[in-house]
């Protein structure tokens, strides 16, 4: 069946890969959506993590610790993998792009005399004003999913599942011993967690306008994530959300910083200096040098976060 399915799906499916492949998304616009709303897809974008959880979780949640980790990863990877080179099924590493925003186009505002004549009330000039305008929606938008999500998740930290997933954290075996199902809860939350992940995902690729898989890169996302939990606090939601305010600000912020204490510091050698260029050059590792020492220092002397779990 598996076999014969196979084929079947080939046939039914390359002509259709082709169809869609010959269309000028520059002319046309890209196939898909059915003309609904792209913020439906912030949802959609949940549905479908939480589905993929749920297929890897009863795969693999029956182990435990580090075979647990082993085995998440190690098919984390196959599926990078197969998404990368299989392009018959995937696409592969080939991009999305000019996706449609749910905010408009600051071309678009900047051709709008309405708007202009409220940029020059506000002494702004429309470049300057559309790049706001665009950048608060976009601030409102997500504050409001944040917000959303926040709240939910408080509920549920003080709830009674909420203090039935903290005992099943603390200690397995008398949760077990309690009737608790923690198997299933294990699968719950692995489940719930994706699906979080997967609205975040489609909320990134509509800000960004497209999709580029070969940008997504674990040390940038996994790796990140995981110093902005443990920086904030593991075990506390306003500490999550404070570490992840603090981290990306780092992020984004130290390699500008960087380059102006590099020049500063380099001011002084001569011109064509080996050293000094190969300083200014590796001014953009600066960022994984300073994750990694706000990394140490919290551990060493907050290692429950700055918003430790009471």
């Not at 076999?3 to 898909?32: H, K, M, Q, S």
């Not at 913020?39 to 959609?44: K, R």
């Not at 003080?158 to 005992?167: E, L």
């Not at 551990?299 to 430790?308: D, K």
Request: with cysteine; charged share 15%; glycine share 10%.
């Amino acid at each position: 069946v598996l076999i014969a399915g196979f084929f079947l799906y080939r046939w039914v499916r390359d002509d259709a890969v082709n169809a869609i492949e010959a269309v000028n998304p520059a002319g046309t616009g890209f196939l898909g959506g059915l003309g609904l709303p792209v913020v439906l897809a912030w949802p959609m974008g949940g549905l479908l993590a939480a589905g993929a959880a749920w297929v890897i979780g009863k795969t693999a949640l029956g182990l435990r610790s580090d075979y647990l980790a082993i085995a998440t990863l190690g098919i984390s990877e196959i599926i990078i993998a197969i998404m990368k080179n299989e392009e018959w099924l995937s696409r592969g590493v080939k991009n999305v792009n000019g996706l449609p925003r749910p905010v408009p186009y600051e071309t678009d505002l900047q051709a709008d005399p309405a708007f202009v004549e409220q940029a020059a009330g506000l002494g702004l000039d429309p470049a300057t004003a559309s790049t706001i305008y665009v950048k608060l929606g976009y601030s409102l938008m997500f504050t409001a999913v944040l917000v959303v999500l926040l709240v939910l998740a408080q509920l549920a930290l003080k709830s009674p599942w909420g203090r039935m997933m903290r005992a099943i954290r603390d200690n397995e075996v008398s949760a077990r011993a309690m009737g608790k199902d923690v198997t299933y809860r294990h699968l719950q939350v692995f489940v719930l967690g994706s699906a979080i992940c997967g609205i975040a995902g489609a909320m990134m690729t509509t800000l960004d306008g497209q999709l580029t898989p070969t940008t997504y890169q674990p040390l940038r996302y996994t790796f990140l994530i995981w110093v902005m939990v443990i920086v904030g606090g593991s075990g506390n939601n306003l500490g999550a959300v404070l570490g992840g305010m603090l981290i990306w600000f780092f992020w984004v912020q130290v390699e500008p910083l960087g380059q102006s204490l590099m020049s500063l510091l380099t001011a002084g050698m001569a011109d064509g200096s080996w050293l000094k260029a190969h300083l200014l050059d590796s001014v953009q590792h600066m960022r994984l040098l300073t994750m990694g020492v706000i990394l140490l220092l919290v551990l060493r002397f907050s290692p429950r976060g700055l918003l430790p779990e009471r």
